[in-house]
């Protein structure tokens, strides 16, 4: 038998494609999804190229298969190197990130499908039963899940439409072919300002070269009907669209706002989808039926076929930085694929990043800007709370009289408050008053964080918990423990206190641990059945609820700490997104930030509005330190279960680590989570001339040194955080 050597890549952390033999009866090239042997398993692998030949034939294996789908385009697999050699990932660590559903390639199982049937659909319908009919009227089958999605109602509506007739039932031999979101149906009326934009981004799509956008707006300024311009037009060509979303509770609003603009709903990817949702709209965008996707930062790495346009929405939002396996940024690497790939990106936000304004200002990104609220709506007015002069009226409380007073007259008016805490839990820190001990977490360096709701102590960052004790483990002494400082569920204790006729609803992912009880929240807000709203940043950006004008963040100061290079910009980012949430409609907002630090430059720039100066002063600081944007981070983190070989190996690294006058590095030093998950870490920082290749340099050096197998040494390009 005729067979061809080609070379194949492994979704495994390896940095070289392995000769494989390809039987004459079997068509690949380069990007064909295939089936191969390795070890004693059968695994999905990519053609990456022609066989290096340099393995005995009768050691090479053949292929086994190839899967029915259209090779992974040519820019796809140059932007998959491109961020393994960037990101010092193996090359089969980031080909993963794209074959994430190993199930979508093989061929879809037979479903059951629904389409109108014969019956009277006239007489006696429910208000479901008539949605679910004006939705099926277009003939194109669905599944029960997806028409009960589409209609918001139960799937026992559809089995009894299908019962009495009016739904006739197919068989499918694959999923329902995906419904093209219809580009020719009129959007919002756009203002003067908007429209600007909104064509100025429309003629980036139109030209099909590559253009980066930064469409900076206030909070309420309709951004998002702005570039949906855009993506009518990249629609419009047949090109495929990627919107990016730091956080998947953003997506509840985004999906109504997108059926009403477009007349159905977009591919949607993020972890909190089944198996089986996410092989549907992988399969849909190798497959080019899906045209326009709504995901978290791994969609990125969607096998798509023809990607024409990227918006990174809340640019500036941390999610996008992928912390564990392969580490990337989202939004950097998102600007290098529209690069190869020669389309257009929009970056948006209402607080860039200091990276993405300079980029900006310096002329290297489109500056689109919206300083207004869209239909009238002003912005709210933010004061500053002297937590040192206006005090709680108790040490157990933490609200502050003022806000107190501003939450009474917002409840008399018939509109809603919202107090903004970003820590989960009953406390963040537990103690006993007696003997002082600390409850730690035994496998990280952390705290453990009481939880009323579960009566445990938690650790926020591995799933250690243990019973919350009746008596000080450490000294015996009964009724001793304290909670110190407040989390969101000790905020709704003290409401409930001050406000017992309050209709009040707690916003964190431990109340909101599915997809439908946040969807379900969400609906119970923005339908006025909400006074008080008590949320982390899971309610901070993104959503719109018409009746929340009076906004209180309990502890403004919460995250200045620490040493972090972008500590006050993120501050600022995060309470600049929360006090947008405030009169969004013709109601004025207004915002009270609670400090200990009224003075400090950051709480000044929100009460005032001077965004731009407050970054101009950020990046003066960040020049005369030579610190990013001015120069460029690497993160080492050494880690491993025996102390002493850290120690060493974190040692012997910085025993030969790159010293001159372009390329420095500090370390090693205890890291500042210094155990996590039961490894103890040690870290080094390496800063480097924006001209230097830094990747070089720490390959060179890492590769030097000769260390246990035990030990993990990570490398973090572009570091965004430092624990």
Not at 199 to 214: E, P, R, W
Request: proline fraction near 6%.
């Amino acid at each position: 038998m005729l067979m061809n050597i080609k070379s194949i890549l492994t979704p495994y952390p390896i940095d070289k494609a392995y000769d494989y033999a390809v039987p004459d009866y079997i068509q690949a090239v380069e990007g064909d999804y295939v089936c191969v042997p390795l070890g004693t398993r059968e695994i999905p692998a990519l053609v990456w190229g022609e066989g290096a030949g340099d393995v005995k034939p009768e050691k090479i294996k053949p292929v086994i298969a190839k899967y029915n789908l259209p090779p992974l385009p040519a820019v796809h697999r140059k932007f998959l190197k491109w961020v393994a050699d960037y990101t010092m990932t193996p090359l089969g660590s980031v080909l993963k990130l794209t074959l994430s559903v190993p199930k979508a390639l093989e061929p879809p199982s037979t479903i059951t499908g629904y389409v109108m049937g014969e019956a009277d659909i006239r007489k006696g319908l429910s208000p479901a039963g008539q949605r679910v009919v004006e939705i099926a009227k277009d003939g194109l089958p669905r599944r029960a899940s997806e028409l009960a999605v589409e209609a918001e109602c139960s799937t026992g509506v559809i089995k009894t439409l299908f019962n009495k007739g009016v739904l006739k039932s197919i068989q499918l031999q694959t999923p329902p072919p995906c419904r093209v979101p219809d580009y020719s149906r009129a959007g919002a009326l756009l203002s003067g300002p908007q429209k600007e934009c909104a064509d100025t981004l429309v003629g980036m799509v139109s030209a099909n070269k590559y253009a980066t956008a930064l469409l900076d707006g206030v909070t309420g300024a309709g951004k998002t009907e702005v570039y949906f311009e855009a993506v009518a037009q990249a629609l419009k060509q047949n090109k495929q669209v990627l919107v990016l979303l730091p956080e998947i509770a953003l997506s509840n609003a985004f999906l109504k706002r997108f059926k009403s603009r477009f007349g159905c709903a977009p591919a949607l990817w993020h972890s909190s989808l089944s198996v089986a949702k996410r092989k549907t709209t992988w399969r849909g965008v190798a497959e080019g039926q899906s045209k326009v996707v709504i995901g978290a930062r791994s969609a990125l790495f969607l096998p798509y076929q023809d990607l024409g346009l990227i918006i990174v929405d809340e640019e500036h939002d941390p999610a996008y930085k992928q912390e564990e396996g392969a580490i990337y940024n989202a939004r950097d690497m998102a600007v290098v694929r529209s690069y190869l790939g020669q389309f257009p990106i929009v970056m948006v936000s209402a607080t860039p990043s200091l990276e993405t304004m300079q980029n900006a200002w310096a002329g290297r990104y489109t500056h689109l800007t919206l300083p207004m609220r869209h239909g009238g709506a002003s912005l709210p007015d933010i004061h500053l709370i002297d937590l040192k002069k206006d005090k709680p009226e108790s040490r157990q409380y933490f609200i502050a009289p003022t806000l107190n007073k501003a939450i009474t007259e917002t409840m008399e008016k018939g509109q809603q408050s919202l107090l903004f805490l970003n820590r989960r839990g009953y406390a963040p820190l537990t103690l006993c008053r007696h003997c002082g001990h600390r409850f730690q977490c035994p496998r990280c360096t952390a705290w453990l964080i009481e939880h009323r709701r579960t009566g445990k102590l938690h650790c926020h960052h591995c799933d250690y918990y243990m019973k919350m004790p009746d008596i000080c483990p450490e000294c015996s002494e009964p009724d001793s423990l304290a909670a110190c400082g407040p989390g969101v569920e000790r905020i709704l204790e003290e409401v409930k206190e001050t406000f017992p006729e309050a209709r009040v609803s707690v916003l964190s992912s431990d109340t909101a641990t599915t997809h439908e009880d946040l969807k379900t929240k969400l609906n119970e807000i923005q339908s006025g059945e909400v006074d008080i709203i008590i949320g982390t940043q899971i309610i901070a950006k993104g959503h719109h609820f018409p009746k929340l004008t009076c906004v209180g963040v309990v502890d403004a100061d919460l995250g200045l700490t620490g040493g972090d290079l972008r500590a006050t910009e993120r501050v600022y980012q995060l309470l600049h997104q929360v006090a947008g949430r405030a009169g969004r409609e013709k109601d004025q907002g207004i915002v009270y930030l609670q400090t200990f630090t009224p003075e400090a430059r950051v709480m000044q720039a929100l009460a005032s509005g001077a965004r731009d100066d407050f970054l101009e002063v950020e990046l003066e600081e960040r020049e005369i330190a030579d610190m990013p944007p001015f120069s460029r981070l690497a993160g080492i983190i050494v880690s491993g279960r025996d102390e002493k070989e850290v120690e060493m190996a974190a040692r012997a690294l910085g025993q030969c680590a790159p010293q001159s006058e372009e390329i420095q590095t500090l370390g090693p030093a205890e890291a500042p989570m210094y155990r996590l998950r039961g490894k103890f870490r040690r870290r080094l920082l390496v800063r480097a001339a924006k001209n230097i290749d830094i990747q070089k340099a720490l390959k060179h050096w890492v590769k030097s040194v000769k260390l246990s197998s035990k030990i993990r040494v990570q490398i973090d390009i572009d570091p965004q955080s430092f624990y």
